[in-house]
Nanobody, 125 residues
């Protein structure tokens, strides 16, 4: 079983940066695909970014150029660097882990096996 604990959320102003962290225990995240999702109030959880076990990274078009996903294998921690934040980025952000599957594109919540509890990010205008 993998336990994921997010941190780093908070209240910031438009244009500011935040770095979210997701500390994992129970398994080594470099062996799995790890992702970030966010959930707007009253909406479904949506894909933000993921990093494959190989180290390849992918981000949603909506955040491309502003958000970067990375991991620190030694710390078994996943990160989401968020720059140039906008009020529309306000959401609860979740990290998730997925077993390696041949035909997954890792952009759907159903493809992930473990989830953190979420961290709130609020961007004021």
């Amino acid at each position: 079983q993998v336990q994921l604990v997010e941190s780093g959320g908070g209240l910031v102003q438009a244009g500011d940066s935040l770095r979210l962290s997701c500390e994992a225990s129970g398994r080594t995240i470099s062996s799995y695909t790890m992702g970030w999702f966010r959930q707007f109030l009253g909406k479904e959880r949506e894909y933000v970014a993921h990093i494959r076990w190989s180290g390849d990274t992918y981000v949603a078009d909506s955040v491309k150029g502003r958000f970067t996903i990375s991991r620190d294998n030694a710390k078994n921690t996943l990160y989401l660097q968020m720059n140039s934040l906008k009020p529309e980025d306000t959401a609860v952000y979740y990290c998730a882990g997925a077993l390696v599957r041949r035909y997954s594109n890792y952009r759907s919540t159903t493809e992930y096996d473990w989830w953190g509890q979420g961290t709130q990010v609020t961007v004021s205008s």
